[in-house]
C-alpha cells in the first residue's frame, strides 16, 4: 500500500489549503486514515481520524472547527481542508493508513505518506 501526500504549501494566517492523499495498491475503503503533523523539534501529532466510510471523525482539539477530512473511497482519496491556519499550525502533514475504525494512536498505524510541508507565515 503506498500513500501520496500532497497540495502543503505557504499561507498567510488566516489563509486556507487542500491538502490530498492517494493511496494505491489496495482500495481505500478498507482502511481508517489519519492526518498527522510534526514540527521541528516535536513529536509527531494527531490531527484527525475518520473512519472507513467517513461517517466518523475524530479531530485534535486546537484544530476543530478549522479543519475538515473527508474522503472518496471511488477515488481511493482523502482529504484535509484546512481554513484559517495559523502559524502553529505549521509542519510537515502526513497521511496514514489504519485497519483501526479511527484512532489517533499513531502506532495503529499500518502506511504512512511521505508528508507534505505546510507552513503558515504571521
Known amino acids: 500500500v503506498q500513500l501520496q501526500a500532497s497540495g502543503g504549501g505557504l499561507v498567510q494566517a488566516g489563509g486556507s489549503l487542500r491538502l490530498s492523499c492517494v493511496v494505491s495498491g489496495r482500495t481505500l475503503a478498507s482502511y481508517g486514515m489519519g492526518w498527522f503533523r510534526q514540527a521541528p523539534g516535536r513529536e509527531r501529532e494527531f490531527v484527525v481520524a475518520i473512519n472507513r466510510s467517513g461517517g466518523t471523525t475524530n479531530y485534535l482539539d486546537s484544530v476543530k472547527g478549522r479543519f475538515t477530512a473527508s474522503r472518496d473511497n471511488a477515488q481511493n482519496a482523502v482529504y484535509l481542508q484546512m481554513n484559517s491556519l495559523k502559524p502553529e499550525d505549521t509542519a510537515v502533514y502526513y497521511c496514514?493508513?489504519?485497519?483501526?475504525?479511527?484512532?489517533?494512536?499513531?502506532?495503529?498505524?499500518?502506511?504512512w505518506g511521505q508528508g507534505t510541508q505546510v507552513t503558515v507565515s504571521s
Open positions: 496514514a493508513a489504519t485497519s483501526y475504525g479511527t484512532t489517533r494512536y499513531a502506532r495503529d498505524y499500518d502506511y
